[in-house]
């Protein structure tokens, strides 16, 4: 075998190795594309007979094309598979094993598992997944090869997210999608894609009454990849799979996932969908045992909604399969403060980011370590780690714990003889929290906010634009942005040259970003705000401003506007959804090419400030 290699490698020049890799490439993402085309075209449209086979034998040729090509790619490229990728290539190849068996070997005996067995094996749904699983892959490799082109990361990360809620908007679109005699504008497909994807939960129709259960699918699944980010997921499988990546995709990937150095870059990837999985499991566990028998739902119809809602709380989405979101009254009947508090934590759990959550881990794990070592009567070879949690994990912790408290304080004050009047001291309580965790930046509502005072409604105000943690679910300025600037107001009262939080000195670039991020949001606010004022003339200005600051900050809550907008108005929204949910600052820097430094610097000039 290596013989047969070599003279292949021998007759073979770089240039043309270079034109047939890239023509293979091209050929493997059209087989890809296609693929998914055809899951698409199958799932959302009711298919005649002939249309089915066409199907199918898209089906069958993707399939042997798949085989054939990991059967080549084992035996020519073995000793490129490492110990981080053998166990995901295993698998790959012990799926693509127990597929063939059928289609190879026809099975004639009387033993009634194997039968079923073969039944599986052969059957469509099967194939699906085997076939979707090798498309997404080939399709995640290609964009991390594209990536080592030198694309600007930031336009690429903006790229994906267009292209995801594009794609997005063409599944609601799909017969299947929608309730039978219910036809979705394309506006509002865009609209309610782009709010999944964005994680913002702003919906222009109601969810429960325009979508049947394939459509909250979609949306669900258009919640899940928003929520982790286009660009985690993609690279998740590519480099998984891909095994080494250029030093130019390590560096890109690094930076879009938060990972410290490179040789944690794979387990970052692993530690997201690690801690999305489990919360969010957990999440539908407690959900359904807290709605079980008190809905008039059957248990599919229970598990969807605990599952549906433990992934759009996490992702701190807002969305809801309820007509009237949280507020419906067969949860406002008194019994149901356990689901709202289960809710409450999702939001805080996705907001606060993964790595607070990743740190949060060490911490924990640090300490049951010298608990043990302590119990055992062992001597701490680890030594004192003083400094576990770090400046970031302080910062998000302390501000939202104080962001929760005077939130919950300020809406029982104002509420509680108000829009909250009716209910039991107990559940007055839980909604007061519920109503101040959910502006930062789920959107979810348990009480119309038309009913509100104008204060509370001035706290969600400035509670949505705020937001959650960076690199998390949540949208807004950040809580870290918000902190860096109030203690760069501090330093400035007190005369200091620095910025001081929890006995750390905050980088200069951290300070100018978060004065960049604040003024740039205010100032594209106030963009938005006087474009959907002029669009919407018959539009209270008030609820308008809600309504901007509620899509800039990825919130989801509305004065019942949303569904009143024009189409030029909910496009617009949509763009405003999309920068919040992208970042301004990544928005900008996808459209402005970088100049380079100058080596030389500028005389220095004061400006009277103040």
Same mark, same amino acid.
């Given at each position: 075998?290596?013989?047969?290699?070599?003279?292949?490698?021998?007759?073979?020049?770089?240039?043309?190795?270079?034109?047939?890799?890239?023509?293979?490439?091209?050929?493997?993402?059209?087989?890809?594309?296609?693929?998914?085309?055809?899951?698409?075209?199958?799932?959302?449209?009711?298919?005649?007979?002939?249309?089915?086979?066409?199907?199918?034998?898209?089906?069958?040729?993707?399939?042997?094309?798949?085989?054939?090509?990991?059967?080549?790619?084992?035996?020519?490229?073995?000793?490129?598979?490492?110990?981080?990728?053998?166990?995901?290539?295993?698998?790959?190849?012990?799926?693509?094993?127990?597929?063939?068996?059928?289609?190879?070997?026809?099975?004639?005996?009387?033993?009634?598992?194997?039968?079923?067995?073969?039944?599986?094996?052969?059957?469509?749904?099967?194939?699906?997944?085997?076939?979707?699983?090798?498309?997404?892959?080939?399709?995640?490799?290609?964009?991390?090869?594209?990536?080592?082109?030198?694309?600007?990361?930031?336009?690429?990360?903006?790229?994906?997210?267009?292209?995801?809620?594009?794609?997005?908007?063409?599944?609601?679109?799909?017969?299947?999608?929608?309730?039978?005699?219910?036809?979705?504008?394309?506006?509002?497909?865009?609209?309610?894609?782009?709010?999944?994807?964005?994680?913002?939960?702003?919906?222009?129709?109601?969810?429960?009454?325009?979508?049947?259960?394939?459509?909250?699918?979609?949306?669900?699944?258009?919640?899940?990849?928003?929520?982790?980010?286009?660009?985690?997921?993609?690279?998740?499988?590519?480099?998984?799979?891909?095994?080494?990546?250029?030093?130019?995709?390590?560096?890109?990937?690094?930076?879009?996932?938060?990972?410290?150095?490179?040789?944690?870059?794979?387990?970052?990837?692993?530690?997201?969908?690690?801690?999305?999985? $489990?919360?969010?499991?957990?999440?539908?566990?407690?959900?359904?045992?807290?709605?079980?028998?008190?809905?008039?739902?059957?248990l599919p119809q229970e598990i969807f909604f605990s599952v549906f809602h433990s992934v759009s709380a996490f992702c701190n989405a807002g969305f809801s399969i309820l007509s009237g979101n949280l507020g419906n009254p067969l949860l406002l009947d008194g019994t149901h403060n356990g689901f709202y508090i289960i809710i409450t934590v999702l939001i805080v759990s996705g907001g606060i980011g993964f790595p607070i959550l990743m740190n949060l881990k060490e911490t924990l794990a640090y300490y049951l370590r010298a608990a043990a070592d302590k119990l055992s009567g062992k001597k701490n070879l680890r030594g004192?780690?003083?400094?576990?949690?770090?400046?970031?994990?302080?910062?998000?912790?302390?501000?939202?714990?104080?962001?929760?408290?005077?939130?919950?304080?300020?809406?029982?004050? $104002?509420?509680?003889?108000?829009?909250?009047?009716?209910?039991?001291?107990?559940?007055?309580?839980?909604?007061?929290?519920?109503?101040?965790?959910?502006?930062?930046?789920?959107?979810?509502?348990? $009480?119309?906010?038309?009913?509100?005072?104008?204060?509370?409604?001035?706290?969600?105000?400035?509670?949505?634009?705020?937001?959650?943690?960076?690199?998390?679910?949540?949208?807004?300025?950040?809580?870290? @942005?918000?902190?860096?600037?109030?203690?760069?107001?501090?330093?400035?009262?007190?005369?200091?040259?620095?910025?001081?939080?929890?006995?750390?000195?905050?980088?200069?670039?951290?300070?100018?970003?978060?004065?960049?991020?604040?003024?740039?949001?205010?100032?594209?606010?106030?963009?938005?705000?006087?474009?959907?004022?002029?669009?919407?003339?018959?539009?209270?200005?008030?609820?308008?401003?809600?309504?901007?600051?509620?899509?800039?900050?990825?919130?989801?809550?509305?004065?019942?506007?949303?569904?009143?907008?024009?189409?030029?108005?909910?496009?617009? $929204?949509?763009?405003?959804?999309?920068?919040?949910?992208?970042?301004?600052?990544?928005?900008?820097?996808?459209?402005?090419?970088? @100049?380079?430094?100058?080596?030389?610097?500028?005389?220095?000039?004061?400006?009277?400030?103040?």
């Amino acid at each position: 075998m290596r013989i047969m290699k070599k003279n292949i490698s021998d007759r073979i020049s770089p240039e043309t190795a270079a034109r047939l890799t890239l023509l293979w490439r091209l050929l493997t993402a059209c087989v890809a594309v296609t693929t998914i085309g055809a899951i698409v075209v199958d799932y959302g449209f009711v298919l005649d007979s002939k249309e089915m086979s066409v199907i199918l034998d898209i089906y069958q040729g993707a399939w042997y094309f798949y085989f054939s090509t990991f059967c080549i790619k084992l035996f020519f490229q073995w000793k490129r598979i490492t110990r981080r990728t053998v166990a995901l290539t295993a698998t790959l190849g012990l799926l693509l094993f127990l597929s063939s068996l059928p289609k190879f070997f026809a099975f004639a005996g009387s033993v009634q598992w194997i039968s079923d067995l073969w039944t599986l094996l052969s059957g469509k749904y099967f194939m699906i997944a085997i076939l979707g699983l090798f498309s997404v892959l080939e399709v995640s490799k290609s964009v991390v090869n594209f990536i080592n082109k030198k694309t600007n990361p930031a336009l690429l990360m903006a790229t994906c997210f267009a292209v995801i809620i594009f794609f997005g908007a063409l599944l609601l679109l799909l017969p299947r999608s929608t309730l039978e005699n219910v036809r979705l504008p394309l506006a509002d497909a865009i609209f309610i894609s782009t709010s999944a994807v964005c994680v913002t939960g702003l919906s222009t129709v109601d969810i429960a009454r325009t979508f049947s259960l394939e459509g909250q699918i979609v949306i669900a699944l258009l919640i899940q990849t928003g929520g982790l980010g286009v660009m985690t997921i993609t690279s998740f499988f590519a480099v998984s799979f891909m095994g080494g990546t250029g030093l130019f995709n390590q560096i890109a990937l690094r930076d879009m996932v938060g990972s410290d150095t490179f040789r944690s870059l794979i387990s970052t990837l692993l530690y997201i969908l690690g801690f999305t999985f $489990v919360i969010e499991t957990a999440g539908a566990v407690l959900i359904w045992l807290s709605i079980h028998s008190t809905m008039d739902m059957t248990l599919p119809q229970e598990i969807f909604f605990s599952v549906f809602h433990s992934v759009s709380a996490f992702c701190n989405a807002g969305f809801s399969i309820l007509s009237g979101n949280l507020g419906n009254p067969l949860l406002l009947d008194g019994t149901h403060n356990g689901f709202y508090i289960i809710i409450t934590v999702l939001i805080v759990s996705g907001g606060i980011g993964f790595p607070i959550l990743m740190n949060l881990k060490e911490t924990l794990a640090y300490y049951l370590r010298a608990a043990a070592d302590k119990l055992s009567g062992k001597k701490n070879l680890r030594g004192r780690y003083i400094h576990i949690a770090n400046i970031n994990t302080k910062i998000v912790i302390v501000t939202t714990a104080v962001l929760i408290a005077a939130g919950t304080a300020s809406i029982a004050a $104002v509420e509680w003889n108000g829009a909250l009047a009716g209910m039991s001291w107990q559940a007055k309580i839980v909604h007061s929290l519920f109503n101040s965790v959910s502006p930062r930046t789920a959107g979810f509502n348990s $009480v119309d906010l038309t009913m509100m005072s104008f204060l509370t409604i001035i706290v969600y105000t400035v509670l949505m634009w705020i937001g959650g943690a960076s690199q998390s679910t949540a949208g807004g300025i950040k809580v870290n @942005t918000l902190a860096v600037s109030v203690a760069n107001l501090i330093s400035i009262v007190k005369g200091r040259s620095n910025v001081v939080l929890f006995k750390r000195e905050i980088s200069h670039g951290s300070v100018r970003r978060a004065s960049a991020v604040v003024f740039g949001s205010v100032v594209t606010i106030l963009v938005f705000f006087v474009a959907l004022v002029v669009m919407e003339p018959g539009l209270e200005p008030e609820a308008l401003l809600f309504e901007t600051v509620s899509a800039f900050s990825t919130v989801g809550s509305s004065l019942n506007v949303t569904p009143l907008l024009s189409d030029s108005s909910k496009v617009t $929204v949509s763009v405003l959804m999309f920068i919040g949910r992208v970042g301004l600052v990544t928005v900008l820097m996808s459209l402005i090419p970088h @100049t380079e430094e100058p080596k030389y610097r500028l005389p220095e000039g004061d400006v009277i400030i103040n």
